[in-house]
């Protein structure tokens, strides 16, 4: 219960000057971090394994209809965003998916919040497995394009690190419309 009040009040801090906490903050916070570095490390590696699997067994194959002409797996390698727009424009992708690793980074150390850990986490784990393809695959070092294979009918195809960032995203809205903080404090604004 401790853990509830916690996360909807603020973070924890000793009650007057010189007293000790009941519970050290460091642990805390470092479960945290780890819960958010399971989460991305999850998201990485079931996005790299699923990529490995569709560029050996689905690349240069037919598509494998899953739900009828409504959901089908097609390779193809997407140098741009989502729908394929800005393909001239793959090293700035790159850089910003650096840029949005680097934030949660800088980010995780004030992390005290279990929902924001698991949302930064997915965000960080899409971010390395799309940054992954932009800096290993052809043609070249910051310009790869991205292995992209879940096709839905009539949406972009896309990848499962590309779930990940959307999911996260998704969490990080929901979060800040009930005013939680990434701290574990609570606003009314």
């Not at 793959?90 to 279990?114: E, G, N």
């Not at 986490?121 to 790869?144: C, K, Q, Y």
């Not at 590309?162 to 800040?176: E, F, K, Q, T």
Request: glycine share 10%.
């Amino acid at each position: 219960m401790a853990e509830a009040e916690r996360i909807i009040s603020t973070p924890d801090i000793p009650e007057a000057a010189g007293a000790e906490p009941s519970e050290p903050s460091a642990p805390k916070g470092h479960r945290r971090i780890a819960v958010l570095l399971g989460v991305a490390l999850f998201a990485y590696l079931l996005d790299l394994g699923s990529k490995i699997l569709v560029v050996t067994k689905l690349e240069h194959h037919e598509p494998i209809e899953v739900i009828g002409d409504w959901l089908r797996f097609e390779a193809i390698r997407n140098a741009g965003a989502a729908f394929g727009f800005g393909e001239a424009f793959t090293v700035i992708f790159t850089v910003i998916a650096a840029a949005v690793i680097v934030v949660i980074i800088r980010l995780a150390r004030k992390l005290y919040s279990l929902p924001w850990a698991i949302a930064l986490g997915l965000l960080l784990g899409g971010a390395l497995g799309n940054l992954t393809d932009r800096i290993f695959r052809a043609p070249g070092v910051f310009e790869g394009a991205v292995v992209d294979f879940i096709a839905p009918k009539g949406f972009a195809v896309f990848n499962l690190a590309d779930s990940a960032i959307v999911c996260g995203g998704i969490l990080i809205v929901i979060l800040s419309f009930r005013g939680l903080d990434p701290d574990g404090t609570v606003h009314k604004d």
